[in-house]
């Protein structure tokens, strides 16, 4: 058994792929916030690919990792532990599987131990690029309105002491403070990266951090929306979080001692807006598709995979799934992710520039059908309150507007209102976990004297639930949820087409 480090690289198996470059060489030029299984997958590793190109002039692009949230200390100390590497497996859907060291991350700073060391890496020249992965949550953006109106304790936290001096402690205090003193030097300021699941992430950013500087300094908010930029992104590839299964999957195929290892499947793709305040990495060389408009990829991706996997994680759960692949490769409920996807996805959906819709959507199944990637119906669910309004709302309110077909879609709400009230079919505890939950449990509550109750709680489905057409779909939905079951209640929508 090898121990991952830099010492180590040239010990490791020979299937295990390891940095095809001299790490001591290279600088940084990427903070990145928010440094979790997905980033390790993705971001982490195209950057990775791009210090493998021949040349020296990319090694000024290695990564800085930053952690803000107490938990981020265990990446502190797993990183920390072997010289920041770590060994990305991917798998495909017909389980080839492959092993690679990814070396990008070249140095990691959890904030809480040394905030101003934070704010000096961010807010130092040599920064020209900040991307984030903090969950569709880290922005404080109302999905319904658009407002920025942040609830979480640290963003809160530095909009009263930033301007009375305080270090920063949120991803979006700490770039708003650095962008300052690029500002107050004459310096030439950042990019904004998002990489996040949001529809127009590099607008939620924008938005996030223009609304907060405005709050702390307006000046320095017409600043930033002058001259530094926020580019779109649609990224892809499903990245369960790791489990000791997977720790002891690589140490025993492969040898390696790896702390915190990242599986994820072999699928990768990263649409992204060719706009950057101070340069960028050749992305375009390790995989990248960089475009003017990232729109019509990002709509496709969340409306068909993200939205797909919320349709299929609350009735599944209901019916005692526990496994994406176990309900995706169920006949039945594949029929139903499959009409799902066409009859009521696809018609919001504006063609997509070198994309053959059908071809994605017979991949997704596929991808979703991999049972080695093990990813949980669980996992999807987090936090459904912020991914409802951000996935599948858009696609109910278009179809509302054009007269299209809903019913999926509402089965698909009738059952989150169920699972928040936490009974599956079988009578077992299920365990919601929102951060929204007393509301959402508050108002699920109301159901029973007033049917569509849940509909009405405005901070999810805005003016939407009060139309007429949903919150009949969504009563009569429900009322079968409750009298026959998800599986069955699925079956009625299947069989009517
Ligand atoms: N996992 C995937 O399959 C996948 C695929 C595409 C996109 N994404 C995007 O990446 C995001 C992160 O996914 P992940 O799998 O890496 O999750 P993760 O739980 O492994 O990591 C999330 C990271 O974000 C940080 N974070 C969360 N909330 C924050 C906040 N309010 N402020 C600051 N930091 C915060 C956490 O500390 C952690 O470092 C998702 O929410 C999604 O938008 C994930
Ligand atoms: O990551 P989230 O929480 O936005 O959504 C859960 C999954 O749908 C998501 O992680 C997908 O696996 C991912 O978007 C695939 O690229």
Aim: aromatic fraction near 8%.
């Amino acid at each position: 058994m090898t121990q991952l480090s830099d010492a180590t690289l040239t010990d490791l198996d020979e299937r295990v792929a390891v940095p095809a470059y001299d790490r001591s060489a290279i600088r940084p030029g990427i903070v990145h916030f928010g440094v979790g299984a997905f980033h390790r997958a993705h971001g982490a590793m195209f950057v990775d690919r791009v210090l493998g190109l021949p040349g020296d002039e990319h090694a000024s692009w290695g990564l800085v990792g930053v952690g803000t949230l107490p938990g981020d200390a265990a990446m502190r100390d797993a990183l920390g532990a072997q010289d920041r590497l770590y060994t990305l497996v991917t798998t495909s859907p017909d389980g080839e599987v492959d092993a690679r060291v990814v070396g990008s991350i070249v140095e990691y700073l959890f904030a809480p131990d040394d905030p101003g060391a934070v704010l000096a890496r961010v807010g130092d020249p040599s920064t020209r690029i900040v991307s984030l992965t903090i969950t569709e949550g880290g922005y404080g953006v109302n999905d319904a309105t658009g407002a920025f109106e942040p609830s979480d304790g640290a963003t809160l936290a530095d909009l009263d002491g930033l301007p009375a001096g305080a270090l920063p402690q949120s991803p979006l205090g700490f770039i708003t403070a650095a962008l300052r003193a690029r500002r107050d030097a004459g310096a030439v300021p950042f990019t904004v990266m998002s990489c996040d699941n949001i529809q127009g992430n590099g607008h939620v950013a924008r938005t996030a951090i223009l609304a907060f500087a405005e709050r702390i300094d307006p000046a320095l908010a017409a600043w930033i929306g002058a001259e530094v930029r926020f580019p779109n992104s649609m990224v892809d590839r499903i990245t369960p979080a790791t489990t000791d299964e997977q720790r002891a999957f690589v140490s025993e195929r492969f040898g390696i001692d790896d702390r915190w290892p990242v599986l994820s499947e072999s699928f990768e793709q990263w649409v992204l807006e060719d706009d950057f305040s101070d340069g960028r990495p050749p992305y375009e060389r390790v995989g990248v598709q960089l475009v003017e408009d990232v729109e019509p990829y990002e709509l496709m991706k969340l409306r068909l995979l993200n939205a797909s996997h919320q349709a299929m994680s609350y009735l599944g759960l209901l019916a005692g799934e526990t496994y994406v692949h176990d309900v995706c490769r169920d006949e039945l409920f594949s029929r139903f992710l499959l009409g799902y996807m066409h009859e009521e996805a696809r018609p919001t959906l504006a063609p997509v520039p070198g994309i053959d819709i059908d071809a994605y959507c017979a991949e997704l199944m596929r991808r979703f059908g991999s049972v080695a990637i093990k990813d949980t119906l669980a996992r999807q669910i987090v936090d459904g309150s912020e991914r409802i309004p951000k996935f599948l709302l858009p696609v109910v309110r278009e179809q509302l507007r054009t007269g299209g077909g809903i019913a999926r879609s509402a089965l698909v709400l009738a059952a989150w209102s169920r699972f928040i009230e936490g009974v599956g079919d079988d009578g077992r505890e299920l365990a919601p976990v929102d951060r929204r939950l007393a509301e959402l449990q508050a108002a699920v509550a109301q159901e029973a004297e007033r049917p569509g109750a849940f509909l009405d709680l405005e901070v999810v489905f805005g003016d939407l639930g009060s139309d007429a057409r949903l919150r009949e779909a969504f009563i009569a939905a429900r009322a079968r949820l409750a009298a026959v079951g998800a599986r069955v209640a699925v079956e009625e929508v299947v069989a009517a087409g």
